[in-house]
């Protein structure tokens, strides 16, 4: 596949995760420019991937894929110094929850080509599952090119804009609720006399496992978590679940708002 021309405002986490999904599938990343404020960002970014240009704003602007890859407080002032090089042919994709298309076409009223995407940290190895919307009359040719691209992520899927905020809380940063839980097994299970390969190699399996019975069996969800009739923690699922009730439904309050 010819990889577009395609610029990244914004040379952070998310940037890093799609460059280093494009670079595990050996895609050209000469035609990659970036645009970053912290110019110390900018040069790791291209010390770690050093095919691709780091050029200014309105250059990264111009490309024919725009990736606007920043927190939601930057936005509307990034968009609002770009508005006068972005036009009916831009392809942009803002990657960040909150700020919806009306507000973005509301600054950008000559942009046709919208996309919103809100990746998953597992694309850094090409394993994401990430829910992508367009905007009404996208180019179906167009179209195509931004889901072969997408393809090197990992499972992309079309979804409605009004749920994109839901995807984000419950998926985008699904992992971040438990990659210290794992790792915290791992440690345990090195403490108690397993080797750090195989500590690692169990918690991975009982996770395929675990994930796949309580969603692919046939079993509701109460059967199958009584299947383990030894709960360690179960004196604490109720204030578990208090807190992901409180912090994650407070959190989508704050993304929808």
Sequence with gaps: MKTPTIGFIGGGRVTRILLQAFANKKINLLQASVYDTDKETAKLLKKRFPDIHLRSLEKVASQHIVILALHPPMIEETLKKISPVVTSKTVFASLAPKINSERILSILPQLTKLVRLIPIAPSVINEGYNPIWFAPGFPSDEKEVVFQMLDFLGTTLEVEEKKLEAYAVISAMAPTYFWFQWKKLVDLGVEFGLESNE???????????????????????????????????????????????????????????
Excluded: H
């Design 199 to 257: 500590s690692k190699e169990a918690v991975l399996q009982c996770m395929y496992g675990a994930l796949e019975t309580i969603f692919n069996s046939t079993m509701p969800p109460d059967e199958v978590m009584n299947l383990i009739p030894f709960r360690p923690i179960g004196e604490y699922e109720k204030e578990i679940e208090t807190i992901y009730d409180k912090q994650l439904k407070e959190l989508y309050r704050e993304l929808t708002s």
